[in-house]
């Protein structure tokens, strides 16, 4: 990796005493009124407030995460500010408070400490008058901060802290009287109009519930239920719901019936009015009106704990480290891996879509897991030796990058020798102040491609660790499991023919970009 400029740093000082700021506003409302958090325009307001009455900052961009708590950073518009400040374009993070940036007291100190000032982020709380302009110890505004970061950090997260205690307090309570609380009925229940957190009987869903019930009662196996209801284009809890007017962004799979959804129905203790909540931790017997007999629903439970021929490797065996990852190529559904019988060790993997809504839907693809295998070592070392490059092109290629992010550097500190000159000759007064900020551009031309040479060498550092990992993986002196982040999908097609989807390797381009000594600043 190239050397890092002290001079560059010392000039940028020098050269540049009042920096321009391209601001982030960033804004989060809560998930809860509890806390009473101040509306968006509010926020809004008191951050364009305090950039108006700075000459050297510019506010780009607001960002807004609605409903989102402080208790966590996996918010949207918090990680597309992120991505912002990773690309250059803000410099400058402006909040109402600190309790707006977060209130976990570990991650909010990260940012504050360790992840802005690493970027070169100006950092600013409006309200607690805090400023890192001049470091996190040397506090720009003559006051200084209202309080010590750390306790009011500390606050923050014991606040939070007590409103979920006093949330959950709430709900346990409700829990213990045999209120229902989810955010949704059972299939087959709604809530009363009269008491929301009161289950009655949905007649229609009601009917399709008890109707599994009667099939399995009757001595119809799981599948031939699951058959039956897609036969019949009985509609599935999810499609039901949307009937209903539900809206959302919900992942309805396939659309139809199937093994997990039928057993879900059957297993469920809220059929015979009984109401579990709490992860079982709170069971109300006798909560709401029953669908199905107590006694039906007891021998139902035995049948299905007796069908033992094929049990799914989740339950009892080795772990599935292709779940999800192997598609039939026939119809496209996921297949499922099952153990091959009661007692022994070998699995496949197979698809039951036949068995579920019939043979003019799919013709059933299996393979077994050994044979599966075999295929993935054997396909992963074609897609090496299609897409790898060797040790000495890599070698050659980072000297390549290497020599570009070097002639780079020197660039920048040329360009920093001729913005000093043009400096000195504004303090002498020989030039104006707007003649002198005119050449600052092409400085930051140069230091803007420096920071992508750079990033595209880190790039192509890290992408070539995956090549050799991939490597000791087809050599399988690293278990195959370590290959799944590397693997889209595996298709199973007629013959068991095995096709392996894998991730490129390399991202980056390999031709580095032109680059001349340019003295022309």
Same mark, same amino acid.
């Given at each position: 990796?190239?050397?890092?400029?002290?001079?560059?740093?010392?000039?940028?000082?020098?050269?540049?005493?009042?920096?321009?700021?391209?601001?982030?506003?960033?804004?989060?409302?809560?998930? &809860?009124?509890?806390?009473?958090?101040?509306?968006?325009?509010?926020?809004?307001?008191?951050?364009?407030?305090?950039?108006?009455?700075?000459?050297?900052?510019?506010?780009?961009?607001?960002?807004?995460?609605?409903?989102?708590?402080?208790?966590?950073?996996?918010?949207?518009?918090?990680?597309?500010?992120?991505?912002?400040?990773?690309?250059?374009?803000?410099?400058?993070?402006?909040? !109402?408070?600190?309790? %707006?940036?977060?209130?976990?007291?570990?991650?909010?100190?990260?940012?504050?400490?360790?992840?802005?000032?690493? !970027?070169?982020?100006?950092?600013?709380?409006?309200?607690?008058?805090?400023?890192?302009?001049?470091?996190?110890?040397?506090?720009?505004?003559?006051?200084?901060?209202?309080?010590?970061?750390?306790?009011?950090?500390?606050?923050?997260?014991?606040?939070?802290?007590?409103?979920?205690?006093? &949330?959950?307090?709430?709900?346990?309570?409700?829990?213990? !009287?045999?209120?229902?609380?989810?955010?949704?009925?059972?299939?087959?229940?709604?809530?009363?109009?009269?008491?929301?957190?009161?289950?009655?009987?949905?007649?229609?869903?009601?009917?399709?519930?008890?109707?599994?019930?009667?099939?399995?009662?009757?001595?119809?196996?799981?599948?031939?239920?699951?058959?039956?209801?897609?036969?019949?284009?009985?509609?599935?809890?999810?499609? @039901?719901?949307?009937?209903?007017?539900? +809206?959302?962004?919900?992942?309805?799979?396939?659309?139809?019936?199937?093994?997990?959804?039928?057993?879900?129905?059957?297993?469920?203790?809220?059929?015979?009015?009984?109401?579990?909540?709490?992860? +079982?931790?709170?069971?109300?017997?006798?909560?709401?009106?029953?669908?199905?007999?107590?006694?039906?629903?007891?021998?139902?439970?035995?049948?299905?704990?007796?069908?033992?021929?094929? &049990?799914? #490797?989740?339950?009892?065996?080795?772990?599935?480290?292709?779940? #999800?990852?192997?598609?039939?190529?026939?119809?496209?559904?996921?297949?499922?891996?099952?153990?091959?019988?009661?007692?022994?060790?070998?699995?496949?993997?197979?698809?039951?879509?036949?068995?579920?809504?019939?043979?003019?839907?799919?013709?059933?693809?299996?393979?077994?897991?050994?044979?599966?295998?075999?295929?993935?070592?054997?396909?992963?070392?074609?897609?090496?030796?299609?897409?790898?490059?060797?040790?000495?092109?890599?070698? #050659?290629?980072?000297?390549?990058?290497?020599?570009?992010?070097?002639?780079?550097?020197?660039?920048?500190?040329?360009?920093?020798?001729?913005?000093?000159? @043009?400096?000195?000759?504004?303090?002498?007064?020989?030039? #104006?102040?707007?003649?002198?900020?005119?050449? %600052?551009?092409?400085?930051?031309?140069?230091?803007?491609?420096?920071?992508?040479?750079?990033?595209?060498?880190? &790039?192509?550092?890290?992408?070539?660790?995956?090549?050799?990992?991939?490597?000791?993986?087809?050599?399988?002196?690293?278990?195959?499991?370590?290959?799944?982040? @590397?693997?889209?999908?595996?298709?199973?097609?007629?013959?068991?023919?095995?096709?392996?989807?894998?991730?490129?390797?390399?991202?980056?381009?390999?031709?580095?970009?032109?680059?001349?000594?340019?003295?022309?600043?």
């Amino acid at each position: 990796m190239a050397r890092k400029s002290r001079k560059n740093a010392d000039l940028q000082r020098e050269c540049n005493p009042h920096p321009l700021y391209n601001a982030a506003g960033y804004i989060r409302l809560s998930v &809860t009124s509890d806390d009473s958090p101040p509306s968006v325009e509010t926020q809004k307001m008191i951050i364009e407030e305090w950039v108006k009455h700075q000459e050297d900052v510019e506010l780009k961009k607001f960002y807004i995460d609605v409903n989102k708590t402080g208790q966590t950073f996996e918010r949207k518009a918090f990680k597309e500010m992120l991505g912002d400040v990773e690309n250059g374009k803000i410099n400058c993070v402006v909040v !109402k408070d600190l309790s %707006r940036l977060g209130r976990d007291l570990i991650g909010t100190g990260f940012y504050i400490e360790n992840f802005f000032p690493t !970027k070169k982020v100006r950092f600013v709380s409006v309200n607690d008058r805090f400023d890192t302009l001049n470091g996190i110890s040397n506090i720009s505004f003559e006051q200084g901060p209202l309080v010590r970061i750390p306790i009011l950090n500390a606050f923050n997260e014991a606040l939070a802290k007590d409103m979920r205690d006093k &949330t959950q307090e709430a709900l346990n309570f409700k829990m213990q !009287k045999g209120m229902f609380v989810g955010p949704k009925a059972p299939f087959g229940y709604e809530k009363s109009s009269q008491d929301h957190f009161k289950l009655i009987p949905d007649l229609q869903a009601a009917s399709t519930v008890r109707k599994i019930f009667d099939l399995a009662i009757n001595g119809m196996g799981v599948t031939a239920i699951v058959r039956y209801l897609n036969e019949n284009k009985i509609q599935t809890p999810m499609e @039901y719901a949307r009937s209903k007017g539900l +809206s959302g962004n919900y992942n309805d799979g396939t659309g139809d019936w199937n093994s997990r959804s039928v057993k879900y129905i059957l297993r469920n203790r809220a059929y015979i009015g009984i109401l579990e909540q709490g992860d +079982s931790k709170y069971v109300i017997e006798n909560a709401h009106e029953p669908l199905v007999d107590k006694a039906i629903f007891e021998r139902i439970q035995k049948q299905l704990n007796q069908k033992a021929y094929f &049990t799914s #490797s989740d339950n009892n065996g080795t772990e599935n480290i292709l779940k #999800s990852k192997v598609i039939c190529g026939d119809c496209g559904s996921k297949m499922q891996r099952k153990k091959g019988n009661k007692n022994g060790d070998w699995y496949f993997f197979t698809c039951h879509t036949t068995n579920r809504v019939g043979v003019d839907r799919c013709s059933g693809m299996y393979i077994r897991e050994d044979e599966l295998f075999k295929a993935i070592y054997h396909q992963l070392k074609v897609f090496l030796k299609t897409n790898a490059i060797s040790l000495l092109q890599y070698r #050659s290629e980072k000297e390549k990058r290497l020599q570009a992010v070097e002639l780079c550097e020197r660039n920048l500190d040329h360009a920093y020798d001729v913005l000093k000159g @043009y400096y000195e000759q504004m303090v002498s007064k020989k030039i #104006s102040k707007e003649e002198y900020l005119s050449h %600052r551009p092409a400085k930051d031309e140069v230091e803007q491609l420096m920071m992508e040479m750079t990033t595209e060498l880190e &790039t192509f550092e890290k992408e070539h660790q995956k090549q050799l990992h991939l490597v000791a993986i087809s050599e399988k002196a690293t278990p195959l499991s370590a290959l799944m982040d @590397y693997i889209e999908k595996i298709t199973i097609n007629t013959g068991r023919k095995v096709e392996v989807y894998f991730s490129a390797i390399y991202s980056v381009v390999l031709e580095p970009l032109p680059l001349k000594h340019d003295n022309s600043h």
